[in-house]
Each structure stands twice: as structure tokens, then as C-alpha cells.
């Protein structure tokens, strides 16, 4: 026990030593425009003190551990999150409490309805559902309704989808230009009504963004933000796993951007007339915010929260969605996923469409699910 106490003391040093030598080079740079606070000082003192490696004996460790604790706490924790996140790099929104899924810790009344939200979707949902395809050599409108009669007539009208995500977790081969994607068949593959949730490369991009969903004929509704944390960067280098964690941004990000950038921005757009007080069996309003806070992953990939499948099956009943470059990780029940880098591609048009042939789109349906 004292071997492993004697141990943690030094990771806590070493820990301590990388913070306040990183904290006294920002400082020197920013001194001209931040005031220390005036107790800055003292609190100087006092980690400098404790960062100098020693072996603690069993007279003085509880004493030791007060003096780690009022030192970290002095480091870490400046008067402001701004300044906060210029010596360390821990974003701001860290601090968020309770992020997804443990959104309603401590209400279990709120959870418990969340709970039976998620099980009626589910018990309406049909098995995971993909579509490999190579973009944009293929035509993503041919591929799905390959074998069926033309003209598509119902009961067919399974494949015009309630839901569509236009996401970027399986890439976007072919259309490395945002404004490319006008040329997906997303009318043709719209029903009346229906949403849309187009994820976007980069903020840069919100007018073009706009514009595409007016060119698919949706009306912006909403735009959910989605906050990113680097949870656990920071625990890797608090573990000395890492190197200090330097501020990283997308290669869609523009070089001219002033801020450093921790958010990703999913348009919302409304095809067709839905009223809230009379089409309560199509939309739940209000249930979730406009904000996701989630852990961006650290391998530079372009994978998003999965927070965003909740919202929409809590505001939208309708039982046809279709993402649109999704992956294996996106994979789930209620949804046909399409994309270039599907490692399972199990669509068939009339299986699909026999999901649906009770006619009865937002209602419960014979499958494996019942």
C-alpha cells in the first residue's frame, strides 16, 4: 500500500510539474493583456513547493495530499474557463454535467420516460438495414429501387423516407465540395412530410448548406449544434500517456478562422406542412434541445455523436429513415444505412418494403421486433 500511495504521489508530481511549466509559458506570452488575480502569488508559491518530487513517510501524507489537492485545484481552475482552457487545453464544455446518455441522472421520473420512448421505437423498428454503394459512380436512386416495377407505386412508397440524415461518419468520397451534394436524388427520395438532418464539414458552410435544403425543396427549421468535450485527451496526459494536448481543427476549417473551433452544426430541414397540435402521431416537440455534448474521437475521424438517432426518434415517429453515408458503427434497428464503406450490405427493395406493408407508417408492424 505504501509502495502504490508512494507511486500515485509521483504520477500526481509528474502531472503537476508538465501543468505549471505549461501554465508559466502562456502566462509570459499573455501577460501583457490577462491580469493574475491577486492571489496568484500565494498560489505560485504554494505549487511550486509541491510539484518537487519526495517521498512521503506515513507521518505527513495526509498533509501531502491537502497540499496536491489546493495545488491542483490553483492550476487548473483560474478565474475564468477562457483562461482555463490557454494553459491546459480543456475545453469549456467539459464542465457540463451529466452529458448523453446520463442526461437525467438524478430525475427518474424523466429517465423512466425516456426509457419507455426508447422502447416503443424500438419494438416498431425493423432489423439494422444497409446498402453498400460506390459514390458517385452509382446511382444511389437505381440501387434502391433495383428489381422493382416502374413507375413506383404502392405499396411501395416504403422507399419515400420520413427521416433522412446526410451524414459524413463513412466518408465522402466523391463529393469532397459541400455544394456537390445537390446532385443526390434526396426529392425523389423525400416523403411529404418529412425532416431533414444535413450535417455539415465545417461551420463555413452554413450558406451552402442552406441553400442545398431549399434546392431538395425543405424549409431550415432548426440548426442543432453539436459541443464537442476532449475528455479523454486531457486523462491521457493527466496519465502521462500523451504529450501536452495541443488545440486540433478540421482540414474543412478555414485558415482564416479567428476562434478555435469545437462545434459541428446539423441543418434541420421541414419538406411539407406538420402542425404540432394536431400531429401528435408523426412529432413529439420539445422533448430534446438543440445542443448535443459529446467526446469528439481523437482519430481525426469524421464519426458523429450518436445522441442525434435519439433526438430524431423522439421527435419523429415515422418509421423510414435512410442515412446516407453512414457506416458499420452507425448501423442500428429502424434504419436503412447506405454507404461506400459498408462491410455488410443486406438491402433487398421488396424485403424492405414488406416492413411496411400493413400501410401503417408510424404504427407497429409483424416483424422480428414484435
Known sequence: MEVMTSQHHVENDRFLTLLHQRRNRRASVLSSILQEPSSSTSQRSLATSTTTPSSPTSTNTHQRNNQLSQSYHSIIQPCNLSTHYLFTTSRPQNEIQNPFPNCFEGYPKLQR??????????????????????????????????GLPTPIQPPAQGLRFDVIVISEDGGREGFNDISSLATLPIESLAATPSFLFLWLVSSDSLEIGRALLQKWGFRRAED?????????????????????????????????????????????GIRGTVRRSVDSHFIHCNIDTDVIVGEERRDASTAKPEELYSIIENFCMGRRRLEIFGCDQSLRPGWLTVGSKLSVSNYDPKEYLSYFQDGNLVGHHPGMYS
Open 224 to 268: 442543432i449544434v453539436w459541443v464537442k468535450t476532449n475528455h479523454s485527451e486531457m486523462q491521457d496526459w493527466k496519465d502521462g500517456k500523451t504529450s501536452i494536448p495541443m488545440g486540433r481543427k478540421r482540414v474543412e476549417d478555414s485558415s482564416d478562422a479567428v476562434f478555435v473551433r469545437t462545434k459541428e452544426h446539423c441543418l434541420m
Open 113 to 146: 420516460l425516456t426509457d419507455l420512448k426508447k422502447s416503443l421505437v424500438l419494438s416498431k423498428a425493423h432489423p439494422p438495414t444497409s446498402l453498400r454503394i460506390s459514390f458517385p459512380k452509382e446511382n444511389l436512386l437505381q440501387k434502391l429501387t433495383a
